[in-house]
């Protein structure tokens, strides 16, 4: 980080602390302007963040852009959608203001301001009596692109220098003053130019991590819910089966093979096996959390861990299509609970043909060996028991 970008965040940081000021003087100038329009969307549209809607997974098409915008407030489902209202500049189109009230009534609010050099916006909240800041943001631009990201929260400023290849951006350097890694984020563009896949390495005590975290993949054509879930449940089954048939040697009796994950992101699982000589008693007198707790199963974790490996980037891609069509931040219970229910169906569709696999070279099975699937939620364990007992018989 050289001595410019330094001098910048400890600036940013001072402005911080002077958000809510900040924040007035800039309302007042937007609401001072003698043209503006108003307009209402189910979508927040914009950050001069560059590319935020990607660095978010969100892949919008020109189909689907006209329908976020809506006309009234009766357009708007309260139960599952947000309204945005923008005051926006009609001669240059840029947003200059963005309100939304929640559920609560709570306001979060957002200005912005446009300059030769540089962009700018600020946020904040008000929760009853209660205002709170959200966030300082700059942008400053060199030739009229991206040149450096800077923005500033309550843990500290995250900093991002954009690197340039003939006239556009191929990714950035990613910093921030709180955390002690550095990060190299790549853009992959299609043969249209068009940005496909987004690929982030961490560096950490000098050395990239062995694996990058992919932060977007375009959708393919035509690609589907459905399909994507059956690719994901074929996946599982044909290398989970692989990679026991070829690594695993447990010599006890084995009664559960449980495969663990968490909503919302909950694919690939953790993968875990009980033995009868772990029970506390026989099986028949167990509750379910004494069998299926996965921390108490023997081959769970740590010096037991199994030597499973489940990652395979391609299929990143299509665990992406899924958390794409499920934010799990911008929803209600109503639709956790339903993307709660598309999940259980693919995993139980995995346990179910994983319960018909052969597994003999690798261990024997006791009378009551079931494969088990295990979530974050409360009736998971007892879900997928009752289904898998009743496929058993």
Not at 267 to 290: C, M, N, R, V
Not at 347 to 354: D, F, G, I, M, S
Request: a negative charge; aromatic letters at 14%.
């Amino acid at each position: 980080m050289n001595k410019s970008t330094t001098a910048l965040i400890k600036q940013i940081q001072e402005d911080y602390e002077k958000l809510h000021g900040i924040f007035e003087e800039m309302k007042v100038s937007v609401f001072q302007k003698d043209k503006r329009i108003t307009q209402m969307a189910r979508h927040p549209l914009f950050e001069i963040e560059p590319f935020e809607a990607f660095l978010r997974n969100e892949f919008i098409t020109e189909e689907a852009r006209a329908t976020l915008f809506v006309q009234n407030e009766d357009e708007i489902n309260p139960e599952s959608e947000k309204l945005y209202t923008f005051t926006i500049d009609p001669e240059t189109n840029q947003i200059l203001h963005r309100i939304r009230y929640d559920e609560n009534n709570n306001r979060h609010e957002t200005v912005f301001e446009y300059t030769e050099n540089f962009q700018k916006s600020v946020s904040q909240s008000v929760y009853g009596e209660r205002l709170l800041k959200n966030n300082i943001c700059y942008l400053f631009l060199k030739k009229g692109l991206p040149n450096l990201y800077l923005e500033c929260t309550s843990i500290g400023v995250k900093s991002k220098q954009y690197a340039l290849d003939i006239g556009r951006i191929d990714g950035y350097q990613q910093e921030h003053t709180f955390f002690k890694n550095i990060s190299d984020v790549i853009f992959t563009r299609d043969a249209a130019g068009n940005i496909d896949v987004i690929k982030e390495y961490v560096k950490e005590a000098g050395a990239y991590r062995e694996r990058p975290e992919i932060l977007f993949k375009r959708p393919e054509a035509n690609q589907t819910l459905a399909h994507t879930f059956k690719q994901i449940e074929d996946f599982l089954v044909t290398r989970i089966t692989e990679q026991i048939q070829k690594y695993v040697q447990i010599k006890e009796e084995v009664y559960c093979l449980m495969l663990e994950y968490c909503m919302p992101e909950a694919f690939p699982p953790e993968l875990a096996i009980g033995i009868t000589p772990d029970l506390e008693g026989p099986y028949e007198t167990l509750a379910l959390h004494q069998l299926y707790n996965t921390p108490d199963l023997r081959y769970s974790y740590g010096e037991h861990a199994l030597p499973v490996e489940l990652y395979e980037e391609h299929m990143q891609y299509l665990y992406l299509f899924y958390y794409r069509a499920y934010n799990f931040k911008e929803y209600k219970r109503e639709t956790f609970e339903y993307w709660n229910s598309q999940v259980r169906e693919v995993y139980l569709n995995v346990c179910k043909r994983l319960m018909d696999t052969d597994f003999s070279a690798s261990f024997k099975t006791s009378e009551h060996y079931l494969v088990m699937a295990r979530g974050d939620v409360h009736d998971d364990t007892e879900y997928y028991y009752k289904r898998m007992k009743e496929y058993k018989k």
